[in-house]
């Protein structure tokens, strides 16, 4: 008996040694260790992801040199970046940070590899990046003085924050913390790495080595280009409607109003030209033409804009010209309308700018600021002169080209053109708020046709505001309903698995599957009404249920053949819950079957 122990002794002594030295070498990403904020970092942490694209990233005790430290292996696609300096990136946090801390040892600045180059449409030019495959080391200096005496279990914690890109769109700011333990008595004989680095004479891309007298000339006809842009078209009927109806009133005050116009133009770009004072002062950073692109609110507020416009462009709604115009361009109300439409007419510009505009527009970010702010100005001249040329010479007036059908023609080809420019627009937005705003798009538009379709010159005030006050009411509906960014899944859902499904009820599991389609309108009022509450995504997580996501949108997707042949089930939304020891499951078709559904999973037994 005493060999018997004295053997099983030893073998559960060689366990625990072998377990302790593995738990100390963790040689990659597919290292194991414990899971949480606040556990040991062996497996790769999913930093960033857009559909196919994605970036995770893990900890390895390294040597760099002679140096100890910890290495941060950084994988994923080429395609997802993110941005090597704080002088192109599109915000001071943008930048890649890695900073290291511990209770037990001191560290020194990240060491960053080279930086790769990718060029940014919206900007224009070239920027530098990291992305795919990359390390970054983070050196220990000195043991802390605070420390205690066994290093053989040290924690360090590792925090990654930066904006992650793709060629198409820019992912939400994260901050994420990733840790892992070392044995400090092991350190010479950590994985040695070796990478060439980026140092400080390492310069951003070069911007445009032009002159400034070149550079300023590209700004003036950079401003020149936008009155051609596709976008400005809808609004230049009204503008040349006001420039005629301003000559009427003398060349003086024709001048004055066009000046007025003019100054609206101006006042776009001397915000823009602000905010980038205020940013390159105040938070180090520069404003970037595209910046705005990177917003998800301002692309999918200008793709309504555009369609709306385009609405306009096909007659469903017109413009009138005000009082102020007609019969009262004298007034204040006249000039503060020329400048709330040159305002427009550049806001209007921004989606449809040509790469020249961007150039010009990148060179001014690289100068001083007073050249620099002087620079934006002379965009927002160029766009204003043709305007401030016909205001004082009404007699350029009589060259325009005279009204008929040809430009009715013309008006209505725009607006398929602006309807392009829109859907280019929404394509860029995330892909969980397309949809949600090409819904809104279109009772937009159902909108807009009621506020004007509906109202003639004879009908009567109180149903003109009536047809008026519910389309608003419905626009505002719809906005609430399809505009506000998709809620995060309470449920943690999983793809369809018939033997998933087999294995849970074999082992006694409660199963729950959501039959869907993305055709379906009402399981997308299903998916709102019953699986996003707070109380039915406890119940799962309580009776360990197993979540199925059965996508049936194609008629080949096994669940959709699961669906007919299986269950006999003419459609969708259908709910399947499997209760163990009942013979047939409980199917749920209607809609609003929250109150049912919870009862059921109140009477599971409890697992957690």
Request: proline residues 5%; glycine residues 6%.
């Amino acid at each position: 008996m005493r060999k018997k122990a004295a053997a099983i002794f030893c073998v559960v002594l060689i366990f625990v040694v072998a377990g302790r030295a593995c738990a100390q070498i963790p040689d990659g990403p597919n290292s194991t260790g414990p899971a949480g904020s606040t556990d040991v970092v062996r497996a790769a942490v999913e930093l960033a992801r857009h559909e196919n694209e994605y970036s995770s990233a893990f900890l390895v005790p390294a040597r760099m040199d002679a140096r100890p430290g910890v290495a941060v292996i950084f994988e994923g696609t080429d395609d997802l970046h993110y941005y090597a300096k704080a002088e192109t990136a599109p915000a001071a946090m943008s930048k890649l940070k890695v900073e290291a801390e511990s209770a037990d040892f001191d560290f020194g600045e990240a060491i960053f590899p080279k930086w790769s180059t990718f060029f940014d449409g919206a900007l224009g030019k070239n920027i530098e990046v990291y992305a795919g495959h990359f390390t970054v080391f983070v050196p220990i200096t000195a043991v802390s003085a605070k420390t205690k005496v066994d290093l053989s279990q040290a924690d360090v914690d590792v925090k990654i924050s930066a904006q992650a890109c793709t060629d198409v769109l820019c992912l939400l700011p994260f901050e994420k913390t990733l840790r892992t333990r070392i044995n400090w008595g092991q350190r010479d004989s950590w994985k040695q790495i070796s990478f060439e680095t980026a140092s400080d004479t390492d310069h951003p891309a070069a911007g445009p080595g032009y002159s400034a007298w070149f550079a300023l000339g590209l700004a003036l006809l950079a401003g020149l280009s936008l009155n051609i842009m596709p976008c400005v078209w809808p609004v230049l009927p009204l503008i040349v409607m006001r420039i005629v109806e301003q000559a009427r009133q003398g060349r003086k005050q024709s001048a004055a109003l066009g000046l007025a116009f003019c100054l609206g133009i101006l006042l776009f770009f001397a915000c823009l030209a602000g905010a980038n004072i205020i940013l390159q002062l105040f938070y180090g950073t520069v404003l970037q033409w595209g910046d705005q692109f990177r917003s998800p609110p301002f692309v999918a507020g200008m793709a309504l804009l555009l369609v709306v416009l385009a609405l306009f462009m096909f007659g469903l709604f017109t413009v009138t010209v005000p009082s102020s115009i007609a019969g009262k361009s004298g007034s204040g109300k006249g000039y503060s309308g020329a400048v709330g439409m040159g305002l427009l007419a550049a806001v209007l510009s921004t989606p449809c700018s040509f790469a020249i505009l961007a150039a010009a527009f990148a060179w001014a970010q690289l100068q001083p600021l007073p050249l620099g702010t002087f620079a934006i100005m002379v965009i927002g001249i160029g766009m204003a002169a043709p305007y401030a040329i016909l205001t004082s010479m009404p007699a350029l007036l009589n060259r325009l080209p005279k009204a008929g059908r040809w430009m009715e023609l013309f008006k209505q080809a725009v607006g398929f053109l602006l309807l392009i420019i829109a859907v280019k627009l929404i394509a860029a937005l995330p892909e969980v708020r397309r949809i949600s705003v090409l819904y809104f798009a279109v009772v937009l538009a159902f909108c807009v046709w009621m506020w004007s379709g509906w109202i003639t010159y004879n009908t009567k005030t109180s149903r003109k505001w009536f047809a008026r006050i519910i389309a608003v009411v419905l626009a505002v509906i719809a906005g609430w309903a399809f505009l506000p960014a998709p809620a995060e899944e309470l449920i943690q859902w999983q793809k369809y698995d018939a033997a998933a499904i087999e294995t849970a009820n074999a082992e006694a599991r409660p199963v729950l599957i959501k039959f869907t389609a993305d055709w379906c309108w009402n399981c997308g009022v299903v998916e709102k009404v019953v699986y996003r509450r707070k109380d039915i995504a406890g119940l799962i997580e309580q009776k360990n249920v197993l979540a199925i996501k059965a996508d049936t949108t194609e008629k080949n997707h096994p669940a959709a053949i699961a669906l007919k042949n299986k269950y006999k089930e003419p459609g969708v939304p259908v709910t399947i819950l499997h209760i163990p020891g009942e013979k047939e499951p409980v199917r749920l078709r209607q809609i609003f079957f929250t109150k049912k559904l919870k009862q059921i999973l109140e009477k599971l037994p409890s697992e957690k």
